[in-house]
């Protein structure tokens, strides 16, 4: 708005109607006759610092900055600041109100209340309008019996329903608001004020209060109770406090008297509540209903109106990684333990919104004139997200290379034997990170379907391999011995997600030619979802064809988005949801000459730009083959999925130390 003849010196400039001042160093501007006119409206913005944005309050004139400093003409109760963004402080007053209107996102206040010793607080909330939750974890007010963030938890509120009157036992109060980035509601208020020191009713278990003066006072207990405020209880008359919940905790609800009259019980991320939020302390000193567990669970995604879903109860439907050929065929069946099968858990209630884990949810446009985007099935992961895409639906319309896969073969067996190769079966391909860490898929180093690793006795690694006959090769092959096993915290045996490990050698690998380690791929844009990768490794069942002849295999695969992937899955019977953690990828015919299926391969996948083997970019490690499905003969057209390393890399870096 500013006009190209405005001056910018510092000039007391008057109104020539009015002779209101407007004060100093305003940008004036000149009107048709060469006047100075500073009712014309100057620049503001572009010059000074008026434009700052009011956030809980409304705007006054523009030009009131300049006289009064202030951009922000009033805030909203409970806002301050000249963007009306600062709340809380300490409040030392007889009585008073607290008022928090319009909250936004991500908010946290933090009140002090005070009075004069020896007089206490007594607190009421007038109105409450704060997102509802069963333990109140998104937006809530939580008071404290002292004057900070450690002093003894009171309550925790939200949604609709006011509170009891809330009495301090002390001269002060801590107040904290807190909201979460989803959504917003009206706020609260909430007055407060001082009391004699009996009108709080210090005197607990029915004792009764006796004021010596205005500022003291002492009680007469009844019988069997002690103590200035009556405070000591005998034994039989109270609920003993139970253990807090396995990840999770529980808050003392007090009720007249500083009586322990309640629990209030909530989980911490990613496990959610079952069973009650609340028990009582009954009469007879036990407490209502049956201890809350905490489970993991998830959140419900939200969807539009145009999105049909379909819950599906928790199963896992299986997912043939190449072990599983190994384990089906006689030569595998030695090397499976036969544990106890264990009847499939019972499942506890959870509150609405909230699903087990494993619990898949199927999607579809409300009208088939509606183009669908993202995952068809999502499945509720044991990190307490959800696999796969937001969905929504709209109106629509060769020696080198070799040499890479000699340093990276491991294997397992049932035999402690180290000395005979004969007594090792070769199971997966891992990957050389340093001269004493192997980055291996989980599955290869667990039983089937759990989530602990194998004894470090059991495993071994070979580097430096080029045959899969150890005694076609006597120069160069290392056999490693292995001094520990780290499987990934999330690892989930199921699903496949985070299928991640890191062997950890009691031998230290010699690199030369034949045994050179490769580097962490960090990328998680466009490189993990386009382009190409090279994969290498060996099958888990040998060739009968090639005999002693065969050689590590090697190929080039196409990296692809997770929907079609999914897309693909589904049609073939195995209805999965691709994680975060993992990457699809199938053979092109147009990708070059290959002898390698992945699917049936316990292989590594790595960029694939060898052209100089030395240069350590170019050998850095994009996933770890994990899981695929069988269609006969090997089609180039079928999708594997793999590990994303990338998303692993902080976690097997601090495991190499």
């Given at each position: 708005?500013?006009?190209?003849?405005?001056?910018?010196?510092?000039?007391?400039?008057?109104?020539?109607?009015?002779?209101?001042?407007?004060?100093?160093?305003?940008?004036?501007?000149?009107?048709?006759?060469?006047?100075?006119?500073?009712?014309?409206?100057?620049?503001?913005?572009?010059?000074?610092?008026?434009?700052?944005?009011?956030?809980?309050?409304?705007?006054?004139?523009?030009?009131?900055?300049?006289?009064?400093?202030?951009?922000?003409?009033?805030?909203?109760?409970?806002?301050?600041?000249?963007?009306?963004?600062?709340?809380?402080?300490?409040?030392?007053?007889?009585?008073?109100?607290?008022?928090?209107?319009?909250?936004?996102?991500?908010?946290?206040?933090?009140?002090?209340?005070?009075?004069?010793?020896?007089?206490?607080?007594?607190?009421?909330?007038?109105?409450?309008?704060?997102?509802?939750?069963?333990?109140?974890?998104?937006?809530?007010?939580?008071?404290?019996?002292?004057?900070?963030?450690?002093?003894?938890?009171?309550?925790?509120?939200?949604?609709?329903?006011?509170?009891?009157?809330?009495?301090?036992?002390?001269?002060?109060?801590?107040?904290?608001?807190?909201?979460?980035?989803?959504?917003?509601?009206?706020?609260?208020?909430?007055?407060?004020?001082?009391?004699?020191?009996?009108?709080?009713?210090?005197?607990?278990?029915?004792?009764?209060?006796?004021?010596?003066?205005?500022y003291t006072y002492h009680c007469a207990c009844l019988a069997g109770y002690t103590g200035k405020r009556c405070e000591n209880v005998p034994v039989e008359s109270v609920c003993s406090l139970p253990p807090k919940p396995t990840h999770g905790d529980h808050f003392l609800v007090y009720g007249p008297n500083d009586v322990l009259v309640a629990l209030q019980y909530l989980c911490y991320q990613p496990y959610e509540l079952s069973g009650s939020s609340q028990r009582t302390c009954l009469p007879n000193n036990t407490w209502s209903g049956s201890p809350p567990v905490c489970v993991k669970a998830c959140r419900e995604p939200k969807v539009s109106e145009l999105v049909k879903q379909k819950v599906l109860p928790p199963q896992t439907l299986v997912r043939k990684t190449p072990l599983h050929r190994l384990y089906s065929s006689r030569l595998g069946r030695q090397f499976q333990s036969d544990g106890p099968t264990k009847a499939p858990p019972v499942l506890s209630q959870l509150h609405k919104g909230f699903h087990h884990l494993h619990t898949h949810i199927e999607y579809e446009c409300a009208s088939p004139f509606y183009h669908h985007s993202g995952s068809s099935r999502r499945t509720c992961l044991k990190t307490g997200k959800w696999s796969g895409r937001h969905v929504s639906c709209s109106p629509g319309e060769g020696s080198k290379t070799q040499a890479i896969a000699h340093s990276l073969a491991n294997g397992r067996t049932g035999t402690s034997n180290h000395d005979q190769a004969s007594d090792w079966q070769l199971v997966c391909s891992g990957a050389l990170v340093n001269q004493r860490s192997v980055v291996v898929a989980a599955h290869c180093v667990?039983?089937?379907?759990?989530?602990?690793?194998?004894?470090?006795?059991?495993?071994?690694?070979?580097?430096?391999?080029?045959?899969?006959?150890?005694?076609?090769?006597?120069?160069?092959?290392?056999?490693?011995?292995?001094?520990?096993?780290?499987?990934?915290?999330?690892?989930?045996?199921?699903?496949?997600?985070?299928?991640?490990?890191?062997?950890?050698?009691?031998?230290?690998?010699?690199?030369?030619?034949?045994?050179?380690?490769?580097?962490?791929?960090?990328?998680?844009?466009?490189?993990?979802?386009?382009?190409?990768?090279?994969?290498?490794?060996?099958?888990?069942?040998?060739?009968?064809?090639?005999?002693?002849?065969?050689?590590?295999?090697?190929?080039?695969?196409?990296?692809?988005?997770?929907?079609?992937?999914?897309?693909?899955?589904?049609?073939?019977?195995?209805?999965?949801?691709?994680?975060?953690?993992?990457?699809?990828?199938?053979?092109?015919?147009?990708?070059?000459?290959?002898?390698?299926?992945?699917?049936?391969?316990?292989?590594?996948l790595v960029l694939p730009d060898l052209s100089d083997l030395q240069a350590a970019d170019n050998r850095r490690l994009l996933g770890l083959v994990s899981f695929g499905y069988d269609q006969g003969e090997c089609d180039p057209d079928l999708y594997t999925v793999y590990t994303r390393v990338a998303n692993f890399k902080d976690w097997i870096e601090s495991n190499m130390k």
């Amino acid at each position: 708005m500013c006009r190209g003849c405005c001056e910018y010196d510092v000039i007391r400039c008057k109104c020539p109607l009015q002779g209101t001042p407007v004060g100093y160093a305003v940008p004036c501007c000149r009107n048709a006759i060469n006047e100075c006119d500073p009712c014309i409206i100057h620049p503001g913005c572009s010059v000074f610092e008026n434009c700052k944005r009011c956030n809980n309050g409304t705007w006054g004139p523009r030009d009131d900055f300049f006289i009064s400093g202030r951009y922000c003409a009033e805030c909203r109760p409970g806002w301050s600041g000249g963007d009306c963004m600062k709340c809380g402080g300490v409040i030392h007053k007889r009585q008073g109100h607290l008022v928090l209107e319009s909250y936004p996102n991500n908010a946290r206040c933090e009140w002090t209340i005070q009075v004069d010793r020896p007089f206490t607080i007594e607190l009421r909330f007038m109105m409450l309008s704060l997102e509802l939750h069963h333990s109140c974890r998104y937006d809530y007010v939580e008071v404290r019996d002292g004057d900070s963030i450690r002093s003894r938890v009171i309550g925790r509120f939200c949604g609709n329903n006011r509170p009891l009157p809330i009495q301090s036992s002390g001269n002060s109060l801590h107040i904290l608001f807190v909201s979460d980035g989803y959504k917003n509601f009206d706020g609260f208020f909430a007055t407060f004020q001082e009391s004699s020191a009996c009108s709080s009713s210090p005197c607990l278990h029915d004792g009764t209060c006796i004021l010596d003066t205005s500022y003291t006072y002492h009680c007469a207990c009844l019988a069997g109770y002690t103590g200035k405020r009556c405070e000591n209880v005998p034994v039989e008359s109270v609920c003993s406090l139970p253990p807090k919940p396995t990840h999770g905790d529980h808050f003392l609800v007090y009720g007249p008297n500083d009586v322990l009259v309640a629990l209030q019980y909530l989980c911490y991320q990613p496990y959610e509540l079952s069973g009650s939020s609340q028990r009582t302390c009954l009469p007879n000193n036990t407490w209502s209903g049956s201890p809350p567990v905490c489970v993991k669970a998830c959140r419900e995604p939200k969807v539009s109106e145009l999105v049909k879903q379909k819950v599906l109860p928790p199963q896992t439907l299986v997912r043939k990684t190449p072990l599983h050929r190994l384990y089906s065929s006689r030569l595998g069946r030695q090397f499976q333990s036969d544990g106890p099968t264990k009847a499939p858990p019972v499942l506890s209630q959870l509150h609405k919104g909230f699903h087990h884990l494993h619990t898949h949810i199927e999607y579809e446009c409300a009208s088939p004139f509606y183009h669908h985007s993202g995952s068809s099935r999502r499945t509720c992961l044991k990190t307490g997200k959800w696999s796969g895409r937001h969905v929504s639906c709209s109106p629509g319309e060769g020696s080198k290379t070799q040499a890479i896969a000699h340093s990276l073969a491991n294997g397992r067996t049932g035999t402690s034997n180290h000395d005979q190769a004969s007594d090792w079966q070769l199971v997966c391909s891992g990957a050389l990170v340093n001269q004493r860490s192997v980055v291996v898929a989980a599955h290869c180093v667990t039983e089937l379907g759990k989530v602990y690793p194998l004894d470090a006795a059991k495993v071994k690694v070979v580097v430096g391999k080029h045959y899969r006959d150890d005694h076609r090769e006597n120069k160069g092959l290392q056999h490693l011995r292995v001094a520990s096993i780290v499987v990934h915290p999330d690892y989930d045996p199921h699903i496949l997600d985070s299928d991640m490990a890191v062997i950890k050698l009691l031998d230290k690998a010699r690199i030369g030619e034949k045994v050179l380690p490769l580097c962490l791929s960090d990328s998680q844009g466009e490189e993990a979802t386009s382009g190409q990768g090279m994969v290498t490794g060996w099958s888990p069942l040998p060739d009968s064809n090639l005999g002693a002849d065969e050689k590590a295999r090697v190929g080039l695969v196409h990296l692809a988005d997770i929907v079609p992937c999914e897309q693909q899955y589904a049609r073939n019977g195995m209805p999965v949801s691709v994680t975060e953690n993992m990457l699809c990828a199938s053979q092109k015919p147009d990708y070059g000459p290959s002898n390698i299926c992945p699917s049936d391969t316990g292989g590594i996948l790595v960029l694939p730009d060898l052209s100089d083997l030395q240069a350590a970019d170019n050998r850095r490690l994009l996933g770890l083959v994990s899981f695929g499905y069988d269609q006969g003969e090997c089609d180039p057209d079928l999708y594997t999925v793999y590990t994303r390393v990338a998303n692993f890399k902080d976690w097997i870096e601090s495991n190499m130390k």
